[in-house]
């Protein structure tokens, strides 16, 4: 199984609604990702997980939390947000070595389209 | 922080010609990866490339590390309807966690 699967693929949220998105690979991989993505720009790194512990905080406003429950889950919790936050949320999944440095490829989910109004 | 531009923005052919598109650092890199992403979808892995100087080939795709690690090209022979979407080069430094994308290239092909 070489695929990272995201639910849900569009949600729409008030800027007062808390929501969650959620990501999913059998890979055996041990780093995880969450990436932002506006229209015709490139992805924007939010987080990594490693060994399912936090690595990276790419300076991402505490509206977003981001959870990593076991090496095959990673969720985004999301309260408060605001319109700008309307993007596309993409998740990655890569190995990492034994220093929990992640390496080679990164497998992306489709993605879950954000709206907020 | 690290830039990665790509150039050109975008690039219109006609279906049989090259294409290249070019990426530049503005940090020597330990690593370069290059993603495709078609229209509405999300990125894929092309190939990744470690060695100063190193060039590989998939088919119809050729990749180039340069010499100094801190750009990279990716070209494009007889190009097809099947290559439209943006290509984004992707670049690590030292031993660090996070990948920093490319600005992409929008590849549109007509027949």
Redesign the interface.
């Known amino acids: 199984d070489t695929e990272v699967t995201q639910t849900p693929k569009h949600l729409v949220m008030g800027m007062t609604n808390k929501k969650s998105l959620k990501c999913e690979q059998h890979m055996g991989h041990r780093a995880m990702y969450w990436y932002k993505q506006k229209a015709k720009k490139p992805p924007e790194l939010m987080f990594v997980y490693s060994y399912e512990k936090l690595s990276i905080n790419e300076s991402v406003p505490s509206r977003f939390s981001p959870e990593c429950p076991n090496s095959s889950l990673l969720n985004l919790h999301l309260h408060a947000l605001q319109p700008e936050d309307s993007a596309l949320y993409l998740c990655a999944s890569s190995q990492a070595n034994l220093g929990g440095l992640p390496y080679n490829e990164q497998f992306f989910g489709p993605g879950t389209r954000l709206t907020v109004l | 922080g690290q830039q990665v531009m790509q150039i050109p923005q975008y690039q219109h052919v006609q279906e049989g010609e090259d294409f290249t598109t070019y990426c530049n650092s503005s940090t020597t890199l330990s690593n370069i990866?290059w993603y495709k992403q078609r229209p509405g979808?999300?990125?894929?892995?092309l190939i990744?490339l470690v060695k100063s100087g190193e060039v590989k080939k998939q088919k119809r795709l050729t990749f180039q590390f340069g010499e100094a690690k801190k750009n990279s090209s990716l070209h494009i022979t007889a190009t097809q309807t099947t290559d439209v979407g943006t290509y984004?080069c992707a670049g690590r430094t030292g031993?660090a966690?996070?990948?920093?994308?490319?600005?992409?290239t929008?590849l549109q092909v007509t027949l």
Do not use: D, E, M, W
């Open positions: 990866q979808g999300h990125p894929v892995f990744q984004f031993t966690s996070k990948l920093t994308f490319g600005t992409g929008r």
